[in-house]
């Protein structure tokens, strides 16, 4: 039994009674009010709610402006805004759920020290944690006639239901608090053009997903619990009284509301939550005629008014789902100098799309990584490792096939020999290939081997006679110039498509500078 309970109870993840601002606390079971860590803990929790609320009211009022019709960088800031706070009142939330559980954990041994009669001034092994009284109470599962006509281990049960009717209550404030957080952050996410908001607006809605899946898994087996131990106490009772018309009643509701829970279960955001005020107003209803056919009219009264409060509950929350957005990062052709990539800024490796069409010119495919000097200027640039190893290059980034074609003819007119054209939809890579004359596409050409001539130890501007030995030796190849990681400069000149030619250049400046031309073979 004790295991039990503790299961039950360890279900109460975060409890946020409803104490007003700045008063004093009152024990929420009663017996407890001299337990200084059990008052001390409550007035802990009545403090963040206080903080939450704060919090809540400046998310709201935020979220307002950020609704607004106001420039986009306004827009940016107030969503900025929404998602510190938010994250602010998440981990109020968590601290929430350490210390009412910390709570529950106190409030859980008194109860079972009470069943047990280890409680107090109550002896007796098999008294409920509440006396069942000589005259009327409010609450109806305490007056005599459930003690007297249930098992001793039924009414037990009973009695746990009763007290762990706060948990769904509890789990509830905090799956709808959450779920308003999502709602908020959905709206955010949807409306931005700003990358890095919307995705992490996008990573903090899938999280608060999936705490409101625990919660939703807690909720299911904390009234469960509560819902088949009072419908079998009470369906017993009824039977016993002989009231079979009562019971054919609650039987056809029950198979009603399960019915449309059915209906509506792939439009609301959880059929558990759905259920519960369902289930809760056929519960009601259970005790009601229980207690006008007792007579406990006191009991009547206390029902009555959690009837009126159950009536118009509705938990009809529609779920939502944003779907990922992606946000390619196009980018035409464009040739600078100095060059946008250095050591400094390496050219990127490059980004898969999961969704979304985005052309690239393949500039070709290297089995080691490239010298920024060999593109020529030209960005933008990303490369990727393919599965064999090898290091491919590509250019721009385009939306249309015919920017892809325009970018294809302006880089073939800056001197690249092989650009390609490839695509990736959706993920999935595809290589389109060369446009020729006739609006054919062909790809495949035959591989070959190109050479460059680097030149190293030449300070911030080469040496005049290297200088004029280059355009002699090599007129019309383009020389470049960049910065290595420790600082030193390289300079290239090609490419070359013999080797011989390149070997000559390179002999022939190491003839000025001894040791400071190397060939660089480049497989493509």
């Known amino acids: 039994m004790r295991n039990q309970i503790k299961i039950i109870f360890s279900l109460l993840v975060a409890a946020i009674p409803l104490f007003g601002n700045g008063q004093d606390v009152t024990a929420r079971v009663a017996g407890l009010e001299n337990d200084s860590t059990y008052m001390s803990l409550l007035k802990k929790e009545q403090q963040l709610r206080q903080t939450e609320d704060s919090i809540v009211q400046t998310i709201n009022a935020t979220r307002q402006l950020f609704t607004s019709d106001i420039p986009e960088n306004e827009k940016e800031q107030h969503a900025t805004k929404i998602l510190q706070l938010e994250k602010e009142l998440f981990e109020v939330r968590n601290q929430q759920g350490v210390t009412s559980n910390e709570i529950s954990v106190i409030e859980q041994d008194f109860v079972l020290k009470g ?86 607006c996008y990573i903090q809605i899938d999280s608060l997903k999936r705490c409101n899946q625990i919660i939703d898994d807690s909720l299911a087996q904390a009234w469960n619990y509560i819902y088949d131990n009072k419908t079998f106490a009470y369906n017993y009772l009824l039977d016993k009284m002989g009231k079979t018309e009562i019971l054919k009643d609650f039987d056809t509701r029950f198979q009603e509301n399960r019915q449309v829970v059915a209906s509506v279960a792939d439009s609301v955001v959880s059929s558990t939550v759905y259920r519960y005020p369902l289930d809760k107003r056929l519960l009601l209803d259970y005790e009601k005629s229980l207690s006008s056919i007792l007579g406990y009219t006191a009991a009547q009264d206390s029902i009555a008014k959690q009837a009126a409060a159950f009536e118009k509950l509705n938990y009809n929350l529609r779920k939502i789902d944003p779907q990922e957005r992606i946000f390619i990062e196009y980018g035409n052709i464009e040739r600078s100098s100095p060059a946008k990539y250095n050591a400094s800024n390496p050219i990127p490796e490059m980004e898969l799309y999961k969704q979304g069409t985005v052309y690239r010119i393949r500039l070709g495919s290297f089995l080691q990584k490239q010298p920024v ?103 019309g190849k383009e020389l470049t110039r960049t910065v290595k990681e420790d600082g030193t400069h390289l300079y290239s000149v090609g490419n070359f498509t013999s080797k011989e030619e390149a070997d000559a250049l390179c002999n022939a400046i190491n003839e000025i500078v001894q040791g400071s031309a190397t060939v660089l073979t480049i497989e493509n």
């Open 373 to 475: 000097s060999l593109f020529k200027g030209v960005s933008p640039l990303c490369y990727e490792e393919n599965d064999e190893g090898r290091f491919i290059y590509y250019a721009g980034a385009f939306k249309e096939a015919s920017e892809a074609e325009s970018a294809y003819e302006q880089l073939k007119k800056m001197g690249f020999r092989k650009p390609e054209i490839v695509v990736w939809e959706d993920g999935l890579y595809r290589m389109i290939g060369v446009p020729n004359a006739e609006g054919e596409e062909t790809s495949d050409e035959p591989a070959e081997t190109l050479y460059r001539v680097e030149i190293a130890g030449q300070g911030e501007n080469l040496s005049a006679s290297i200088k004029e030995l280059t355009d002699k030796s090599a007129p």
């Open 115 to 200: 069943l047990n009669g280890t409680s107090g001034n109550n002896t007796a092994t098999n008294e409920p944690t509440v006396k069942p009284a000589a005259k009327q109470v409010a609450n109806l599962i305490y007056n005599t006639y459930f003690k007297e006509n249930l098992s001793d281990e039924d009414y037990k049960a009973l009695c746990r239901s009763q007290e762990l009717e706060k948990v769904p209550i509890d789990l509830l404030s905090r799956y709808t608090s959450t779920y308003r957080t999502i709602d908020s952050l959905a709206v955010i996410y949807d409306t931005t053009n700003n990358k890095q908001i919307a995705e992490t």
